[in-house]
């Protein structure tokens, strides 16, 4: 058996002897066996309404409020994310994006982000295709850029919590991939037009994953912190005049 059953079997055991135990003290002391029937009875008839009392309603009222203080905790791992990491790659791979306009238009749009953010940019996100015009992009600064950040995504990894969160560990997994491709390769100016095109699929799997991650993390900063969604709105790789500096 093993020691976490042991002891649990232990303690039922302790337990069980006991209350027998005073349940035998209690009739020698007063010699009614009717009354500890009855009030044994009466106990045992309560125990389906403790559990669900117990399990039901406090326990799911406990682990309700847990979750959300895990998803409070993960949501300041992936603001932490986007502000180190995140935006930039995103910026570079959306001005790859061919057809980038459609999307810009739901994205960049400040007015649309503070009336309603969901409707628009999720909307805006569903009708486009995420493509990435590989010639666009220059191939070492992106990978510079990628392995600069490694140890920072190794950590994160290592946080239990990111797994609590399948949409971002697919991101996190995609990032981590198309790092270690672009590593994989010496010279990135002299690619055959085949490993070219496979690097653009990975590349292509970042930025589907990217965008939506980020709407959803600007909606969760509009919500609940306005001062840090001013400024993630200053930074917006999607507006072409976006700048920090407010004037």
């Not at 302790?14 to 500890?36: E, K, P, R, V």
């Not at 010496?186 to 690619?191: F, K, N, P, Y």
Request: with cysteine; glycine share 4%; hydrophobic share 45%.
């Amino acid at each position: 058996m093993k020691e976490e059953y042991r002891w649990k079997m232990v303690a039922a055991l302790g337990l069980i002897a006991l209350s027998l135990a005073l349940y035998t003290l209690h009739f020698l002391l007063f010699h009614d066996a009717q009354h500890i029937l009855i009030y044994s009875l009466g106990d045992l008839a309560f125990v389906p309404i403790e559990i669900l009392v117990v399990t039901l309603i406090i326990d799911q009222m406990l682990e309700s409020r847990e979750r959300q203080r895990r998803l409070e905790k993960l949501n300041m791992v992936i603001g932490i994310f986007f502000s180190r990491f995140g935006t930039p790659v995103l910026g570079t791979l959306s001005r790859a994006d061919p057809k980038i306009d459609t999307l810009r238009a739901a994205l960049a749009d400040t007015g649309e982000w503070q009336m309603n953010v969901a409707s628009p940019a999720f909307g805006g996100f569903a009708s486009h295709e995420c493509n990435v015009a590989i010639e666009r992009i220059d191939l070492v600064s992106l990978r510079d850029l990628l392995v600069s950040q490694e140890d920072f995504l190794l950590r994160l990894v290592e946080n239990p919590m990111v797994f609590e969160h399948e949409t971002f560990t697919n991101l996190i997994l995609a990032v981590d991939h198309l790092t270690e491709e672009l590593k994989a390769r010496g010279d990135l100016a002299s690619l055959p037009k085949t490993d070219r095109k496979h690097l653009s699929g990975d590349m292509q799997r970042v930025y589907s994953h990217l965008v939506p991650e980020w709407i959803k993390y600007m909606e969760y900063l509009r919500t609940h912190y306005p001062y840090l969604f001013s400024l993630a709105l200053r930074r917006n790789p999607f507006d072409e005049k976006a700048e920090v500096v407010l004037r």
